[in-house]
């Protein structure tokens, strides 16, 4: 792959709050155009990670380039070219639509700031509202609003932190058809999630537990490198030996989905032998690939062992 | 990820087609007019941003107005520095036509209320010390024949002088009287005597604070209290706002530099500022009659190097403080000081050295010679340039420490 394609390249970056390590020697190289995801649980390090990226944090170790730009001393030329749209609402919520779009306007220094806003306000679809106050705005609006405001000035690089939590399965839908529009422009995207769904949506993504990077690549790379063997049982009142289960040795995980329970594991004969043993009538043992949920679970159970 | 044993191929800016020609590039090759051109282009998008938010906002606009209407009222009008109608006791040991007179005199002129008439001397000191007078009167037997002897009779006057301010007013109208009350009455044999001096004595005993000192100029003071107040609490206020509404983050990841947020959030109040001078000069001189004798243009130009000098401060609290809260109190933790230290509460000269001190690092000290300099004095700049070289450099500091303050990152 070309060098010059990669859009983020950072290496070995720590970040430790209070003597609590948040974010453990990472590394990880998005290339442009690319779609990556970031996934992880509460307090894993992914909005560490992202600030450190756009220079809103200083890594205690580690060094690397945005946009070719190094991290630690060349922030501003990354902010000037960067989108970066935090978990909470941002904008002034005491500010119109317009106001707030002509803030970002002349802080980016673009050449006609109200009409950039103008046409921001238009491709929105916001055209009747724009001297409607930000902070009235309701969910799905605001964080549309939000990304149009990232978008305005035209970055290169954006950078989302769970863009879509509180916000209908409608909005995220039209939210995730506008990212992917924006990628295939050629704007490279880092968006957080805890959602799998929009997980299967990006090109690429990074598993991240504990401040540690557990996975990297494709949805297709990730679940063949997990090398888990999943069943999917079925029937009448599988809750007691999902507790049976979690106790039996051979298997990794056991997860409820709906009536059905996913079981996996890394020891594919173990596996076999389980469920082989616990095949009763009205209870169906099936072979099945694992989905991506599968493998999060035990990627995530697993670093728990391993950094209590 | 073959890039990740080969860091110096990301290197190379990467320049993705759809983005080509970017707005924001100010690269070395870009002249010093237009990198001012920006930064001043980011400042003017902090000010209008600060001058919306501070017009939506309905509470702090309405106490920009009350503040000042408020101390005005409190200071100019409740709090009189030269009251009248201070209640006396009079001791009248002669009782004659002439200490008639002169507590006729006494009454008329103002300053005196006279609630009782005393019998004896032991009265006097029990009603002074309850607070139940401010004065008591004693005039000697054989006033009249004394008088008339030319023998320079002395009426003797106790004053409460716990509170100097309270009663100086009353002893120089009492001292002034003492000249003219018998002009008219020594006629004939007598008029020899009504030449001055005056033909008896007063003899003042000042009770509790011996050394009382002269009255202070309130109101120009005012113009500085008020604006201390105000500038410090807008300023004290606005970095702390944004990160409790969570903008800050976004401000931060924004290419823009501290000093371009300070000067953007400083200039609006600056604005604010100027009006509240307007409006307390104008009370100062329509209302409460207080002269301007020096130059109009030279109090302006040293009021708003004082307004810029407090937004500094304030703002500089705003960089230390972790909420809104915190900031509020740092402010008055400043803004006592300034009025007990400043020489606007106790005369400046007064205080003992520490205090001296002390005051003399509170911008407000300076101000506060400045504006009776100007106002009452009619002093110019080459009077005021040290008081004002002070608070230039007390301005610069706080922006400086501001600046140096202001987290550009999360960390």
Redesign the interface.
């Known amino acids: 792959?070309?060098?010059?394609?990669?859009?983020i390249?950072v290496?070995g970056l720590s970040k430790s709050f209070d003597g609590k390590l948040v974010v453990d020697n990472l590394?990880m190289?998005v290339r442009?155009?690319r779609i990556h995801g970031f996934l992880g649980p509460n307090g894993s390090g992914k909005t560490t990670t992202i600030?450190m990226l756009?220079?809103?944090?200083?890594p205690d170790k580690g060094r690397?380039?945005c946009?070719?730009f190094d991290i630690l001393t060349q922030q501003?030329e990354i902010?000037?070219?960067?989108g970066?749209m935090?978990q909470?609402?941002?904008?002034?919520?005491?500010?119109t639509i317009r106001?707030n779009l002509?803030?970002?306007g002349?802080?980016?220094?673009?050449?006609d700031p109200s009409a950039r806003a103008r046409e921001a306000i238009d491709q929105l679809g916001l055209t009747g509202r724009a001297d409607q106050l930000a902070g009235e705005l309701s969910g799905g609006w605001k964080q549309r609003l939000a990304l149009g405001a990232c978008i305005m000035?035209?970055?290169?690089l954006l950078l989302l932190d769970e863009p879509t939590a509180g916000v209908d399965p409608k909005a995220r839908r039209d939210f995730w058809d506008e990212i992917h529009q924006l990628a295939h422009?050629?704007?490279?995207v880092l968006v957080s999630t805890h959602y799998m769904d929009e997980a299967e949506r990006c090109h690429e993504i990074a598993y991240i537990a504990y401040g540690r990077l557990l996975a990297?690549g494709t949805t297709t790379e990730i679940i063949a490198q997990s090398n888990l063997s999943t069943y999917v049982v079925s029937g009448a009142d599988l809750g007691d030996l999902a507790e049976t289960l979690k106790h039996t040795p051979g298997v990794d995980m056991v997860a409820p989905f709906g009536a059905k329970l996913h079981v996996a594991s890394r020891d594919h004969a173990a596996l076999d032998g389980v469920a082989r043993e616990f095949a009763a009538p009205g209870i169906a043992w099936e072979r099945d690939a694992p989905n991506l949920e599968d493998v999060f679970i035990d990627l995530m159970s697993r670093a728990r062992s391993n950094y209590p | 990820m073959s890039a990740s044993t080969d860091p110096t191929g990301a290197r190379g800016e990467p320049r993705p087609a759809g983005f080509a020609s970017h707005p924001l590039d100010e690269g070395e090759g870009i002249p010093r007019l237009a990198r001012l051109w920006a930064s001043l282009e980011r400042l003017y998008a902090v000010f209008v941003k600060e001058l919306i938010q501070l017009r939506r906002d309905r509470l702090t606009f309405a106490t920009m107005i009350m503040i000042p209407v408020m101390q005005l009222i409190l200071f100019g009008f409740a709090i009189n520095s030269d009251p009248k109608h201070l209640p006396t006791a009079v001791l009248d040991n002669d009782n004659s036509a002439y200490s008639r007179l002169f507590i006729a005199s006494l009454k008329k002129t103002d300053y005196f209320d006279i609630r009782y008439s005393l019998s004896g001397p032991s009265q006097i000191d029990p009603l002074i010390l309850s607070g139940a007078v401010n004065f008591a009167i004693e005039i000697p037997q054989n006033f009249a024949r004394d008088l008339a002897r030319g023998e320079n009779p002395a009426i003797l006057v106790v004053a409460d002088a716990a509170d100097p301010t309270a009663v100086n007013g009353a002893f120089i109208a009492l001292t002034g009287m003492a000249a003219q009350v018998f002009t008219r009455e020594l006629l004939g044999p007598l008029q020899n005597l009504s030449a001055k001096p005056a033909p008896y004595e007063v003899r003042l005993q000042k009770r509790y604070n011996p050394a009382g000192e002269t009255r202070l100029n309130i109101v120009p003071g005012l113009v500085g209290t008020i604006l201390t107040l105000t500038m410090l609490i807008f300023t004290a206020l606005s970095v702390t706002r944004e990160i409790e509404r969570n903008t800050m983050e976004s401000l931060l990841a924004m290419p823009i530099n501290p000093v371009e947020i300070m000067l953007g959030k400083i200039l609006p109040y600056a604005m604010v500022g100027f009006f509240q001078m307007a409006l307390i000069a104008g009370a100062a001189r329509f209302i409460f009659d207080v002269p301007v004798v020096g130059n109009l243009g030279t109090f302006v130009v040293l009021t708003m190097l004082f307004i810029v000098a407090n937004l500094s401060v304030g703002y500089t609290f705003s960089t230390i403080a972790k909420n809104q809260l915190q900031a509020m109190q740092m402010s008055f933790f400043f803004f006592l000081p300034s009025i007990l230290l400043s020489g606007f509460m106790f005369p400046f000269r007064g205080m003992p050295v520490w205090a001296q001190n002390v005051g003399s690092i509170l911008p407000l000290t300076h101000y506060l010679r400045i504006v009776r300099g100007v106002m009452l004095k009619g002093a110019g700049f080459s009077d005021l340039a040290a008081d004002t070289g002070a608070l230039a450099a007390f301005a610069l500091a706080a922006m400086i420490v501001a600046v140096l303050r202001f987290r550009q990152t999360l960390d």
Request: net charge neutral.
């Open positions: 792959m070309n060098g010059a394609d990669i859009v390249d290496e590394s190289q442009r155009g600030r756009c220079g809103l944090l200083t690397g380039r946009l070719g501003t902010k000037r070219r960067t970066y935090t909470a609402f941002s904008l002034y919520a005491d500010l106001e002509e803030f970002i002349r802080i980016y220094g673009l050449d000035p035209r970055p290169q422009e050629g704007l490279t990297q």
